[in-house]
């Protein structure tokens, strides 16, 4: 299995989240060393499941691909899940977009401020997906994954 694809039709309860299914799912990922797709969109995460996202982006070397999108995720907690790409070397790809928060925004301008200079420190993600509410923050992370695909580009044809 390379490919792990969740929705809401998968059984989670995307209304309230299933903390234990996700968290189970965190857990197992910390270990795995085969998949290198996990798609959990729609599936209820929650901002109290972030730390086994952090964690399992930490300590897994083949993931390559990771989509959380339209879920419940707090902007301070979509940073802090950010900041730990710093040490990842394997993830090309993260999508955050969509994200609901009934009580407050997903995302403020300082939420997005502090994504745009995390993803300064992280030199494999070549795809990045957010709703951007701030322009500024948008063009800093637009030129942040142009110079990493620009890398890339160039680790391919033996330049780097």
Same mark, same amino acid.
């Given at each position: 299995?390379?490919?792990?694809?969740?929705?809401?039709?998968?059984?989670?309860?995307?209304?309230?989240?299933?903390?234990?299914?996700?968290?189970?799912? !965190?857990?197992?990922?910390? $270990?795995?060393?085969?998949?290198?797709? @996990?798609?959990?969109?729609?599936? /209820? &995460?929650? +901002?109290?499941?972030?730390?086994?996202?952090?964690?399992?982006?930490?300590?897994?070397?083949?993931?390559?691909?990771?989509?959380?999108?339209?879920?419940?995720?707090?902007?301070?907690?979509?940073?802090?899940?950010?900041?730990?790409?710093?040490?990842?070397? !394997?993830?090309?790809?993260? $999508?955050?977009?969509?994200?609901?928060? @009934?009580?407050?925004?997903?995302? /403020? &301008?300082? +939420?997005?401020?502090?994504?745009?200079?995390?993803?300064?420190?992280?030199?494999?993600?070549?795809?990045?997906?957010?709703?951007?509410?701030?322009?500024?923050?948008?063009?800093?992370?637009?030129?942040?994954?142009?110079?990493?695909?620009?890398?890339?580009?160039?680790?391919?044809?033996?330049?780097?």
């Amino acid at each position: 299995v390379r490919d792990i694809i969740l929705s809401i039709s998968s059984g989670i309860n995307a209304e309230y989240g299933d903390t234990e299914m996700v968290d189970s799912i !965190t857990s197992a990922m910390v $270990r795995n060393t085969s998949v290198t797709k @996990l798609e959990m969109c729609n599936c /209820g &995460v929650v +901002d109290a499941n972030i730390e086994g996202f952090i964690t399992m982006l930490r300590s897994n070397k083949t993931l390559t691909s990771l989509s959380l999108e339209t879920n419940k995720i707090a902007g301070k907690f979509l940073v802090e899940l950010i900041k730990c790409l710093d040490t990842n070397e !394997t993830i090309k790809e993260l $999508r955050i977009a969509n994200q609901k928060c @009934l009580q407050y925004y997903s995302t /403020g &301008v300082g +939420d997005e401020m502090a994504i745009a200079k995390a993803l300064d420190k992280n030199s494999s993600l070549c795809k990045f997906s957010l709703n951007w509410k701030n322009g500024g923050s948008r063009n800093t992370a637009d030129r942040i994954i142009m110079r990493n695909n620009d890398l890339a580009r160039k680790k391919r044809r033996g330049l780097a």
